[in-house]
């Protein structure tokens, strides 16, 4: 088709390199305002715009002195500008022979001087034009040719810029698809593997409970080693991913240290070598009884000498514990596995903590192993505001090692009441599952607690007999047909409105899940595979009528309201700026808190106290003017640990409870 306007020989790509940038027909944009206004600034002119131009058009993104939007290609001065590889400058139109006679210049804009730098894409495609206009002879000096030049590349900067960005958020919408669908994956490989192994671990306890002879017991804990082990490696999988969206808590209760190191050397001593020395050293001075989180140090400690015993054939595997601090609150404990196994070369030392990763590319076929092991350890002593250290040398052996502080038991003599023994008489519980292997291995499993059990195959039927008969406990399966458990739940709660406790029991175990089955009103979570004492120990927390509830954080608005004077919208946007800025600002106080950054830590804090002050959270208010005080005396105590612990969750709470109120 014949065009009234030079068409450049690579006018295809050019169109194409103008689409991509999703410039044409958008939005007033500041940045490219700013750039002409400077055009004008510095060229003294009284017309200047930046424009592109497409297939039959000049459109112009902005502009100072036009008042339009776009014009026809085939009366532009552009149309020339594009075709060039610099600046285009007309000193004064009258003389040049192209555009003397042109309608803008002898009526129109009455377009006496023009100055046209193209734009240039980083693949040399000119899309537009960055241009001065004046009504008068003139003539730009270097420094203005060179400001135009550099305006002209800023406007490009500007449009990568932004392409970047929308590519950045298409691929944050592609890695967001990519984590729900990893997670959906997760989970249903975690129901689909803990469903199976829930009934193997299960019967294998109820098999090791009756009477065995030797050969029938040794065979029975090899099972259940094998059981643990399978576990092991699922629940690697799924901490991974607790690790990783946040969600991994460390839980804070009392536990004997002694027995649970004797436990794991006990645990882990079946799978050392015939020429290897597992030795077990525990320092006279450690205590009896902390208070932290037990099965985490369980699981660190198991990878740790887990590995060790893995990569030793002969020599000696040898951990150790020392106290090395003592205050008047906590206790430091050092923790080291030694070995003299293979080693690990220097060139690995730095990414054997890497997630899938292993210090010989060799090491997976020879020795097995998933790689997430020591990737986990890593981030669960990092979570305990600890770090993990490796010496190694080649064929000559490994220590791992770290320092975890623990809080002192200050209560005088823990319940030693027995879990596993029922004292609740004969109560009578409703099971939703639709697994029989597990609804045989619950019901034997409840019989044994001396309760009795009727079981439903799905949501629908344990409505049913819901509404028939009285229950005092069920046991409710997340995922069965029909009716899930979050679905039987909410209608429980809703329509039958009844307050019967809800224990979920379940193998889909991830991230949110225990936060979502209290949302929908149930009462204690019992991951599968079950322990009997753990699942025995919900039921009797759930059956206490005495046990003191956790109660729902309330939030104070009277002082707000009252400073609002009636104004709801004042009131709302102070609400809004809350929910905005604190859990931003509690990020900050812990990463500095983390950092020892004692200057930083007594800023934020001294800044959230005043917002805290407002929702008249005293209780938070006052852990915050610990933590300032105590950053202004430039030193952290065990009591910084604790209220930057309260701070934080109670953040969260209210939050939660803001978020529900607007």
């Known amino acids: ?48 715009h930046i424009s592109f131009i497409d297939e039959n058009r000049q459109w112009f993104k902005s502009e100072i002195g036009i008042g339009i939007s776009e014009v026809p290609r085939e009366i532009t001065f552009c149309r020339y500008t594009i075709l060039d590889t610099e600046m285009v400058e007309i000193n004064d139109t009258h003389l040049n022979e192209r555009f003397k006679d042109d309608p803008n210049v002898t009526g129109g804009f009455n377009v006496r001087f023009y100055a046209g730098v193209p734009l240039t894409t980083p693949d040399g495609y000119n899309i537009g034009t960055l241009c001065a206009v004046d009504h008068i002879v003139k003539k730009l000096d270097e420094n203005q040719k060179n400001a135009l030049s550099i305006v002209a590349k800023h406007v490009i900067a500007q ?4 392409t970047k960005n929308i590519e950045l958020k298409e691929q944050r919408k592609i890695a967001e698809k990519a984590v729900l669908a990893r997670d959906s994956f997760l989970a249903n490989m975690s129901h689909e593997i803990r469903t199976p192994l829930n009934a193997i671990i299960g019967f294998t306890d109820l098999l090791a409970q009756t009477e065995l002879d030797e050969m029938q017991r040794d065979y029975i804990e090899s099972v259940q080693i094998a059981g643990e082990n399978l576990l092991l490696i699922v629940n690697d999988i799924l901490d991974l991913s607790k690790i990783e969206s946040g969600n991994l808590a460390i839980e804070s209760e ?19 070598q015939n020429d290897v020395e597992f030795d077990l050293f525990l320092d006279a001075d450690l205590p009896d009884m902390i208070i932290g989180d037990q099965g985490r140090l369980n699981q660190i400690l198991v990878n740790l000498i887990g590995n060790s015993l893995k990569f030793t054939s002969e020599g000696a595997v040898t951990v150790s514990v020392k106290k090395t601090e003592e205050t008047d609150d906590t206790y430091s404990l050092k923790f080291s596995v030694k070995d003299t ?46 770090e993990i250290h490796v010496k190694s040398e080649l064929n000559r052996g490994s220590e791992f090692y770290f320092t975890l502080t623990y809080k002192k038991n200050t209560t005088v003599s823990l319940s030693l009441k027995s879990t596993s023994q029922n004292d609740l008489g004969k109560l009578k519980i409703l099971l939703c599952e639709d697994n029989i292997l597990n609804q045989k291995l619950a019901k034997s499993v409840i019989n044994n607690f001396g309760f009795d059990l009727d079981i439903a195959n799905n949501g629908e039927e344990g409505i ?17 047909p029909v009716k899930d458990g979050y679905q039987t739940t909410e209608f429980i709660r809703n329509e039958l409105k009844s307050t019967i406790p809800i224990v979920a029991m379940t193998a889909h175990s991830l991230v949110g899940e225990q936060e979502r089955c209290y949302k929908v009103g149930m009462n ?15 039921i009797k927390t759930v059956m206490d009528t005495d046990a003191v509830l956790t109660k729902k954080r309330t939030v104070d608005l009277s002082f707000l309201e009252e400073m609002a004077c009636g104004d709801e919208n004042f009131k709302k946007d102070m609400i809004e700026i809350f929910l905005e800025k604190i859990p931003e600002q509690d990020a900050e106080l812990q990463e500095a808190f983390k950092n020892e950054d004692h200057e930083t830590v007594k800023k934020v804090a001294h800044n959230m106290k005043s917002s805290l002050d407002i929702f008249l959270l005293e209780d938070l208010s006052n852990c915050a003017a610990i933590l300032e005080q105590e950053a202004s005396a430039g030193i952290f105590t065990t009591e910084s640990i604790d209220k930057i612990e309260i701070l934080h969750c109670g953040i969260i709470e209210v939050v939660k409870v803001l978020k529900e109120l607007y």
């Open 341 to 386: 196994g293979i080693g690990i070369p220097k060139n690995k030392l730095k990414t054997i903590f890497e997630r899938f990763t292993q210090g010989e590319e060799s090491t997976t076929r020879t020795f097995g192993g998933t790689g997430l092991g020591l990737s986990i350890v890593k981030q669960l002593i990092e979570l305990q505001r600890s």
């Open 464 to 480: 049913e007999l819901l509404s028939k008969n009285t229950y005092d406990l069920v046991l409710m399966d997340l995922q069965m």
């Open 1 to 48: 088709m014949n065009k009234d306007f030079p068409i450049p020989d690579n006018e295809l790509q050019r169109l194409a390199a103008l689409k991509r940038y999703n410039i044409l027909d958008t939005l007033p944009d500041n940045a490219f305002d700013d750039a002409t206004k400077l055009v004008s600034y510095i060229c003294g002119v009284p017309i200047a």
């Open 159 to 162: 449009l990568e810029l932004s």
């Open 254 to 272: 009392p536990f004997n240290i002694k027995k649970t190191l004797k436990h794991v050397y006990n645990l882990l001593k079946v799978k050392v």
């Open 524 to 538: 204690a979570y019992v991951p599968k595979p079950f322990k009997q004492a753990v699942l025995l120990k919900a």
